[in-house]
Structure formats: structure tokens, C-alpha cells
């Protein structure tokens, strides 16, 4: 049992490039989110699907996309890669519809834009 | 949701019981209380979570004052391995189940 699993783990893009962070999640959970961490900061939500099909702005969704692929799968997509976007990306699911529960977190994508 | 506030940074020693206070005076009346912790930064994990009752489990104690307004994480038996941020979250239990972290406590346990 993975629990989440984000890849690649590392990315360094140059400003203006474009790149897709991949989620998937094996326990079969309805909700998937997406957060950025930014140096000695707590995480904010850039975006997050309550269910397979559909998709919602978090905090701060500004420069990305995302694609609910399917109920395991959930990606964050930077069209244009910014220095502002250099931040560790953290994808977490969960079951909110079966009451109070928690949220499980993948280890992070540490991406840098230079 | 409602606004927590956390102590900064606190130590405490190896062994001993490390004692998190969070604030939410604002807290609702479906709103829970949770804590999560994240160890230099790997993915944030989760502790524990409370309504109004005290709870316990095999990482943590949760205490939830009477008036709902602050809230105690206890680490019973602090190890080296405890040390983290913890987050402290009021969170409604609904389907959109969105987590606002704030800047947490960085707790640090010393030999």
C-alpha cells in the first residue's frame, strides 16, 4: 500500500517552461489536493478535487492547472514556469465523505525555476 | 473556518512530556480540532483529531478545554524522532475537506 505517490521528486525548469506534477493515490479516496510550501511557511491549497470530475481554486491557484485524470490520479499542471513558482509541491488525499478523517500527504516535489 | 494561533517555537527534553497549546477562540460549534506535524519537510502527518472530548492514540494525547476555545497536544514521552512543526487546524467535518495550515509550532527535542 504507497499511500501517495508524487512524481518526480526533483525538478529544476527554466523560467517560461512548462512542466506536469503527477498524484496518485491508492485508497481508493474521493478528494485530492494540491498545496505549496514555501520556505519556512505553512502550506497553502493551490487546488483540489472534492470527486472525480471535478475541480476547484484553492488559495492561490493563479499560474496552474490541474486534470482529475481519474479517481486515483490528480495533476498540477504550470504552463509557464516562474521563479515564484520555486516552492516544494505536496498532493494529499482523502474521504471527507465518510466524516471527520485525515489526510494523507505524498513526500513532495522540490521544484526550483531559475 | 475558524483561526488558530501557536507558540512559535518551544523545546523540550528528551523524555519528558512536550505540551502544544493552540488557541481557537473563534471555533464553531461542528468544527474540529486537528494536528498534524511534519518532520523536516517530508509531507505533513496526522496526529490526531477531536470534537470536544479528550481523545488519545498511539502518537498523541489531545485535551479540548471545556469552552472549546483552546486546545493541548501532548507528546507523552518525547523522542528525538518528535521533532517537527505541528500545525494546529479547525477544520468543519464536511466534503469539502480543504486544510488551512499556518506557520505552526517548530518544536524541538534535545538530548
Known amino acids: 500500500n504507497a499511500g501517495v505517490t508524487q512524481t518526480p521528486k526533483f525538478q529544476v525548469l527554466k523560467t517560461g517552461q512548462s512542466m506536469t506534477l503527477q498524484c496518485a493515490q491508492d485508497?481508493?479516496?474521493?478528494?485530492m489536493y494540491w498545496y505549496r510550501q514555501d520556505p519556512g511557511m505553512g502550506l497553502r491549497l493551490i487546488y483540489y478535487s472534492a470527486s472525480e470530475g471535478t475541480t476547484d481554486k484553492g488559495e492561490v491557484p493563479n499560474g496552474y492547472n490541474v486534470s482529475r485524470l481519474n479517481k486515483r490520479e490528480f495533476s498540477l499542471r504550470l504552463e509557464s514556469a516562474a521563479p515564484s513558482q520555486t516552492s516544494v509541491y505536496f498532493c494529499?488525499?482523502?474521504?471527507?465523505?465518510?466524516?471527520?478523517?485525515?489526510?494523507?500527504f505524498g513526500q513532495g516535489t522540490r521544484l526550483t525555476v531559475v | 473556518d475558524a483561526k488558530t494561533t501557536q507558540p512559535p517555537s518551544m523545546d523540550c527534553a528528551e523524555g519528558r512530556a512536550a505540551n502544544l497549546p493552540c488557541n481557537h477562540s473563534t471555533i464553531s460549534g461542528n468544527e474540529y480540532v486537528y494536528w498534524y506535524r511534519q518532520i523536516h519537510s517530508q509531507g505533513p502527518q496526522y496526529i490526531i483529531h477531536g470534537l470536544k472530548n479528550n481523545e488519545t492514540n498511539e502518537m498523541a494525547s489531545l485535551i479540548i478545554t471545556e469552552d472549546r476555545k483552546s486546545s493541548t497536544l501532548i507528546l507523552p514521552h518525547a523522542t528525538l524522532r518528535d521533532t517537527a512543526v505541528y500545525y494546529c487546524i479547525v477544520r468543519a467535518s464536511s466534503n469539502d475537506y480543504k486544510l488551512s495550515f499556518g506557520a505552526g509550532t517548530t518544536v524541538t527535542v534535545r538530548a
Open positions: 494529499a488525499s482523502s474521504d471527507p465523505g465518510q466524516g471527520p478523517t485525515e489526510a494523507f
Open positions: 485508497m481508493n479516496h474521493n478528494s
